[in-house]
């Protein structure tokens, strides 16, 4: 595709959740692609005069948890809006477990939303992200969990998640039962034999009127032809809606570099200041088995442990009560120097979990108000935490409650700072609120990262914030 030089802009795209859109960040951060996180679109003007030098833009969503009747009234305003920066691509970013359900976060919903604001020839849709352990392979998906490599459906985890439990490993399947339109696969034999190859399969399945197309992908030779087939039928003046992971960042970034769409910096990197042995926060909503796994090895290294109990926090008359115990213990831990654990469980099995479900369907209230209402108190927690205590690092586990959290805070955007393993990388924080200007934050998915990743980010080195701010801190869009 030629490239219209007086748009600077390469790809947008919407995550689903907010540790999704941290993880494409840091895909096309790392690849040379000057990238920022906004929390609502911001109009094109305020772009262009406070961010002149960046190519991609995320917004940072909660898709992925809400129910399926209000995705067209949640989406469709924002696809609208960012359908206004006229990147030739915009990414429909989802999990690399592909969370979603005919209820719940409907990714075939999403589709047929998208279609209507971004008028594609197809849809391209590409689950996998080799990296992670997540791989498609003839339609059916995998992902790993530790040295294990499961079947999706079979997943410990992946296939106990409490909203949308991933009961269908095969995605054609899986979409099937989320919208009435068709799909077809290129499989890894297609991919295998090059782009010619790939290209006649699409084309057969347009001439057939399968509208979305799913890409098998084991390796990131996969990864890279099928994200440079997908770039070569944007159509001039159009922008093409596509869904996938974050590993696309890394798939499109090489397409980028071999067309000199981007020029990787090669300024010698700014010296990294000491870390010093500052306490991280860490709070959870997590129940992933990977998350209860790091919770685990972080009370090894007597990383302070707050169990809160969700049902305490939510319902009844000692709720205030019950936060601010929680909270005077976590600020009385930071202020003499540890580093704080704050969870609402460990693991999909912890008991607190069903008590919670019990309690709030005894008073009629929804799974998905339950999320929204946990994020809720964890935010007013946690932002009352980082006033009181002047914390700087803060870890956030969960795609779910995270989202809510980042709102209480009133960050209004996010630059990638650095990778911290694969997929949750630490950031700074955009924000008019006092005390989270510059916040340093790790938003992290559930089953993402090895079980010692708390530590790896509270030691972690990153350059000074103002040197390699994209943008002025401060600035509201």
Request: aromatic letters at 8%.
């Amino acid at each position: 595709m030629a490239r219209d030089k007086r748009n600077p802009y390469l790809l947008s795209f919407y995550g689903d959740d907010f540790t999704g859109t941290t993880a494409m960040a840091e895909a096309l951060t790392v690849s040379g692609v000057p990238t920022l996180m906004f929390t609502e679109p911001p109009s094109l003007p305020f772009l262009k005069d406070h961010f002149p030098r960046v190519q991609a833009i995320g917004i940072t969503g909660i898709s992925r948890s809400l129910p399926t009747q209000t995705l067209e009234r949640v989406l469709k305003p924002i696809f609208q809006k960012m359908k206004l920066y006229q990147a030739p691509l915009f990414l429909y970013k989802v999990c690399s477990t592909f969370d979603s359900s005919p209820e719940w976060g409907s990714i075939g919903r999403a589709i047929e939303i998208g279609r209507k604001v971004f008028p594609s020839s197809f849809v391209p849709i590409l689950a996998a992200a080799p990296q992670l352990g997540r791989f498609t392979v003839f339609g059916h998906h995998f992902a790993a969990l530790g040295k294990e490599v499961f079947r999706l459906d079979r997943h410990p985890s992946v296939s106990a998640h409490p909203v949308t439990p991933m009961r269908e490993s095969d995605l054609i399947l899986h979409l099937s039962k989320q919208t009435g339109l068709q799909s077809g696969l290129v499989t890894l034999l297609e991919l295998d034999k090059g782009k010619k190859r790939v290209e006649k399969k699409i084309h057969d399945l347009l001439d057939c009127n399968v509208p979305m197309v799913l890409f098998d992908t084991f390796s990131n030779q996969h990864l890279r032809t099928a994200c440079s087939v997908i770039w070569d039928h944007i159509e001039e003046g159009k922008t093409l809606f596509s869904v996938g992971s974050q590993e696309m960042g890394f798939g499109f970034a090489e397409t980028w570099k071999r067309l000199n769409l981007i020029h990787p910096s090669r300024k010698r990197p700014f010296p990294l200041p000491a870390r010093k042995d500052e306490p991280v926060l860490i709070v959870s909503g997590s129940c992933a088995s990977m998350t209860g796994r790091q919770i685990e090895w972080a009370r090894g290294l007597r990383y302070e442990d707050i169990a809160v109990e969700p049902e305490r926090l939510l319902t009844g008359n000692a709720v205030q009560s019950e936060r601010m115990e929680a909270v005077d213990r976590t600020v009385s831990a930071l202020k003499q120097g540890r580093s704080v654990i704050v969870h609402s469980a460990i693991g999909p099995m912890d008991p607190r979990i069903a008590r919670t479900q019990r309690r709030m369907k005894s008073l009629g209230v929804p799974p998905q108000r339950m999320t929204d209402l946990l994020g809720e108190a964890l935010g007013e927690m946690t932002k009352r935490v980082i006033r009181t205590a002047r914390v700087r690092r803060v870890v956030l586990a969960g795609g779910d409650t995270s989202g809510r959290i980042i709102r209480a805070l009133g960050i209004w955007a996010l630059q990638v700072a650095a990778p911290v393993g694969v997929a949750a990388p630490l950031c700074y924080a955009y924000s008019s609120q006092a005390g989270m200007a510059g916040l340093e934050i790790s938003l992290k998915g559930g089953q993402i990262g090895q079980e010692d990743y708390f530590e790896k980010v509270r030691i972690k080195r990153i350059p000074d914030f103002n040197q390699v701010a994209l943008g002025e801190i401060r600035k509201r869009s």
